[in-house]
């Protein structure tokens, strides 16, 4: 997964299809990312001293990673993407279909540096 916390995303599957947003959190572990504004439900919260009203609220709800695709920076387009090395050995993410780097990811490492 080439994710990270405040990539720009949109859902291309699901009830929200169509949603960009920010990725708020990222649940490595089970493939699911909470993209704000997307995936929302309403928790019914019963009266208590921290919430002496009680209710409704409403939330985002993790949405499976195969579902959301980066927004290409260059042309504000869903793109896959890809990893890369560098001419320095330093590993980095792109747009697949623009080839627009979306920033490192790993430092320079001399084996991978090309000759």
Known sequence: ????????????????KGHRGKI?????KNNKVVVEGAGKVWKHVRRSQK???????????????SN????DPSTGKP???????LESGAK?????????SLGEIAP???QYAKK
């Open 108 to 110: 320079a490492r001399p």
């Open 68 to 71: 959301v695709m980066m927004i």
């Open 92 to 100: 980095e993410r792109y747009a697949k279909k623009s080839g627009a």
């Open 51 to 65: 919430n002496p009203q009680g209710g409704r609220l409403s939330k985002e709800m993790p949405i499976a990673v």
């Open 79 to 85: 793109s896959k993407v890809g990893v890369r090395y």
């Open 24 to 28: 708020l959190t990222i649940d490595r």
């Open 1 to 16: 997964m080439h994710f990270r916390i405040d990539d720009e995303v949109e859902v291309i599957a699901g009830a929200d």
